[in-house]
């Protein structure tokens, strides 16, 4: 799929190598075509991750905003909708680029001597989850508030954003699908 979105980047070459049944080449257009069922915010999510347009983070990164709103959380006091929004733009952040583990390099395996083993840093994710430590301080909660808590809120956000991902796959593969027939 990201090879297909990144047909949408300027100066990107045409995707001859890919070929659809029955012959025909698909251009940008096609994909570009399948993405227009899709609602905006994903839309732009699709874009910013996988065609690398940064000039739609800022309409992204504002409907992100109104995402978490959303979410209906509840705010304990001393807690504001800063704390909310921040934690929209954290997620927004984490599904964009995910920090990979520094252990495994984010392959999720790690060699010894002459096996592969788990990576214990990630649990073989490859990528490292934030501290509950580092999300109170951004989010200037406590640290147990952002184990029972907010650590919770950004786990339900981010798998908003896996859905997004998986409805991107769906529309690009039925639209070529479609487009093919």
Request: positive net charge; aromatic residues 6%; contains cysteine.
């Amino acid at each position: 799929m990201s090879e297909l979105m990144a047909m949408l980047t300027s100066g990107a070459p045409g995707f001859d190598t890919i070929r659809s049944t029955n012959g025909n080449s698909i251009t940008a257009t096609d994909v570009a075509s399948c993405l227009v069922k899709l609602d905006r915010i994903t839309y732009l999510y699709a874009l910013e991750k996988f065609a690398l347009d940064g000039a739609c983070r800022p309409e992204l990164r504002e409907l992100a905003i109104i995402d978490g709103f959303k979410a209906g959380f509840k705010l304990k006091e001393g807690e504001t909708n800063k704390t909310i929004a921040i934690l929209a733009l954290m997620a927004l952040e984490i599904a964009i680029s995910p920090k990979n583990c520094q252990k495994c390099k984010g392959v999720g395996e790690i060699k010894l001597d002459s096996r592969v083993v788990q990576c214990e840093s990630c649990k073989g994710a490859g990528q490292r989850p934030i501290s509950e430590r580092n999300l109170a301080k951004m989010l200037s909660v406590t640290v147990f508030q952002a184990r029972k808590v907010w650590k919770k809120r950004l786990n339900l956000l981010l798998s908003r954003y896996l859905e997004r991902d998986e409805w991107i796959r769906i529309s690009i593969l039925s639209g070529l699908k479609d487009h093919i027939v």
